[in-house]
């Protein structure tokens, strides 16, 4: 039996702003700040929503991570949204207390209630799954399990990423698409891990779909500390389940792109996400970031080595033409019309630069707690005086 969760984040501050949200110069990083909730029920409505309304297995619960004080206003509109579709869950997330979201308790999968397997699956609320992500993850799980071939635990994403500029001016009325700008080459976008129950206690939100393919790779060093954490954490849970053998080297990543088709990622202005609970980019050892810093300005060069995809320069972006640009995928574009206004260059602009002033008090603070850290941590030299035991005391 399996037991598949789809997650969205909405809107959750973290720890950081928690404290800080009143404080007037942090205000319009705050996720629940009016025109960001407002920008990410736009995006919800045009991408997410219809992307999972439109897949043809339906056999999964659609989770709703929210901020405990996303205001009423917003909760209605989500639950309007969402009115008809069935297994739909909101769980209220609290900064100041925060769940441990990389376990599965807090889904609710019960040991006794029996899931065999346990599948959690992100869906940010600004990118839209491929009609059929759902129904061919399930299908690659049972028809491992047929042959007596699934593994204890195994990630999927896609490696096909298709990026969806929404500066929509009147030459493009719907923006760009093109191919991914960011650095990983594994989308956020329907990243995906499954785990058997309970003896695999893990949830996709505890990984970062940067070292996708490095997890269960561990015939290669762990490219930063983080993946040498969940290596060890996954043999341990190896151990104690006595799973005997566990697969090794890259055969634990599903593309399940190749069979489903290419992930659609909006990118609205540098792609800042602030809802995240990750603030700011977190590069690890291959200069890639975890937390959605790759935006417009982000470089790309050559062809990327894991994906064999060409380079921006090299496949130039096109007009977005309806429901033909993006043949996999549904996109709601009677709500891209009533919502275009979000995406007028200025806006997208204001965004872009509103991102990198972001990242400029980041690297700010950062250095500032550094030297004020060395000034804390320094000693002036000072001469022993006597009866020290060293010099100048009595003999």
């Known amino acids: 039996m399996l037991e598949h969760f789809v997650i969205t984040r909405f809107c959750l501050r973290d720890r950081w702003l928690h404290r800080r949200a009143a404080l007037a110069p942090f205000r319009t990083l705050d996720p629940l700040a009016p025109r960001t909730v407002e920008l990410r029920l736009n995006l919800l409505e045009t991408t997410c929503l219809p992307g999972l309304r439109a897949q043809t297995n339906r056999d999964f619960t659609w989770v709703l991570l929210i901020d405990r004080a996303l205001g009423r206003e917003a909760r209605r509109r989500l639950r309007d949204m969402t009115r008809g579709m069935d297994r739909v869950r909101f769980v209220e997330y609290r900064a100041d207390a925060p769940q441990p979201l990389e376990r599965l308790g ?88 499954l785990c058997r129950w309970p003896a695999f206690d893990f949830s996709v939100l505890g990984l970062s779909h940067v070292y996708a393919q490095t997890y269960g790779d561990f015939l290669e060093p762990p490219p930063d500390e983080h993946v040498r954490l969940v290596r060890q954490q996954l043999l341990q849970a190896a151990r104690d389940a006595r799973v005997g053998r566990i697969p090794m080297g890259r055969d634990t990543f599903f593309d399940a792109s190749h069979d489903a088709g290419a992930v659609v990622m909006a990118n609205h202005g540098g792609n800042f996400q602030p809802w995240r609970l990750n603030r700011g980019p977190r590069r690890g050892a291959q200069g890639a970031c975890e937390a959605g810093a790759a935006g417009p300005e982000a470089p790309a060069s050559g062809r990327d080595r894991t994906s064999g995809r060409r380079s921006q320069e090299e496949i130039p972006a096109r007009r977005v033409q309806g429901a033909a640009t993006f043949p996999d995928v549904s996109i709601d574009w009677r709500a891209a019309r009533r919502h275009r206004r979000r995406f007028r260059p200025w806006r997208v602009r204001a965004r872009l630069l509103e991102h990198r002033l972001h990242e400029g008090r980041e690297a700010a603070a950062q250095r500032s707690r550094g030297l004020a850290g060395g000034i804390r941590s320094w000693r002036p030299f000072r001469a022993p005086g006597p009866g020290s035991g060293t010099t100048g005391g009595a003999t």
């Open 106 to 193: 807090w889904l609710g999968p019960s040991p006794t209630g029996a899931p065999d397997y346990v599948l959690t699956t992100l869906n940010d609320d600004d990118d839209a799954l491929p009609r059929r992500w759902i129904e061919v993850l399930q299908s690659h799980a049972r028809g491992l399990a047929a042959q007596d071939r699934l593994p204890p635990f195994m990630l999927a994403g896609a490696r096909r990423i298709v990026q969806w500029d929404m500066v929509f001016t009147p030459d493009a009325p719907f923006g760009w698409a093109g191919p991914w700008r960011g650095l990983a080459s594994v989308a956020s976008c329907g990243f995906s891990l």
